[in-house]
């Protein structure tokens, strides 16, 4: 099946930066999301981009199919931002599933 | 617009019973997914639904899981003579049939002693 990795597992960041998560993926997709769990397991989707750039407010992502790969930008990060973001991959064939990166922890400090 | 709900939200049982879990998709969602989640880990696939028909199975879902969506409407996934190794977060999602993009509701954690 289709493999999903993402980095880096683990990101300490001040409150104002900027930062880059990468998911990279084995195969060709019909769909990519980005997650992001809060502390009580609920998955926030922050986007739907199996291919191209879209902006959302402090958040952009950009997926180069082609190359497969994903990367979400997180600008001037909040505490609020902690938390693990996925990214879940749905692959041409794979059916509808969404198979699942092990996720990037991202604790933001005041 | 409500979003994907699950019931209940915890639940603790003891190894050997059984516990049944429910699923409510968004309005309209053809299809459902079940997912398992288990500590430090994403979510893995279970089994997913196109109305009421069960289209996929992992071989995560051992023959002590049942899943149903006997309306096409609500879903429940039922786990027979639990066993520890069961702990973990149960999360359903939803999509429309011409869309691939899913929602996810709150997750269901169980808990076996």
């Known amino acids: 099946g289709i493999q999903v990795e993402q980095n880096p597992p683990d990101l300490i960041l001040q409150e104002g930066a900027n930062s880059t998560l990468r998911c990279n993926f084995s195969d060709s997709v019909n769909n990519l999301q980005w997650f992001h769990q809060n502390p009580w397991g609920q998955l926030i989707n922050l986007f739907y981009i199996p291919s191209g750039t879209k902006q959302n407010g402090r958040l952009s992502a950009t997926t180069v199919a082609t190359e497969r790969y994903s990367l979400l930008y997180i600008s001037s990060s909040q505490t609020t931002d902690s938390g693990v973001y996925f990214c879940a991959v749905g692959g041409k064939a794979a059916g509808n599933k969404l198979t699942f990166g092990g996720g990037t922890r991202v604790l933001v400090k005041p | 617009d409500t979003g994907v709900s699950q019931d209940p939200r915890h639940k603790i049982t003891k190894r050997g019973q059984n516990v049944t879990f429910r699923c409510d998709p968004i309005?309209?969602?053809?299809?459902l997914y079940w997912y398992r989640q288990t500590l430090g880990q994403g979510p893995e696939f279970l089994t997913y639904?196109?109305?009421?028909?069960?289209?996929?199975k992992s071989r995560l879902l051992s023959d002590r899981f049942s899943a149903e969506r006997p309306k096409g409407s609500f879903s429940t996934l039922e786990i027979q003579r639990t066993e520890q190794g069961d702990s973990a977060m149960y999360l359903c999602?939803?999509?429309?049939?011409?869309?691939?993009?899913?929602?996810f509701g709150p997750g269901t954690r169980l808990t076996v002693t």
């Open positions: 999602a939803s999509s429309l049939v011409w869309s691939y993009e899913q929602y």
């Open positions: 639904f196109q109305n009421e028909a069960q289209l996929e």
């Open positions: 309005s309209e969602h053809n299809r």
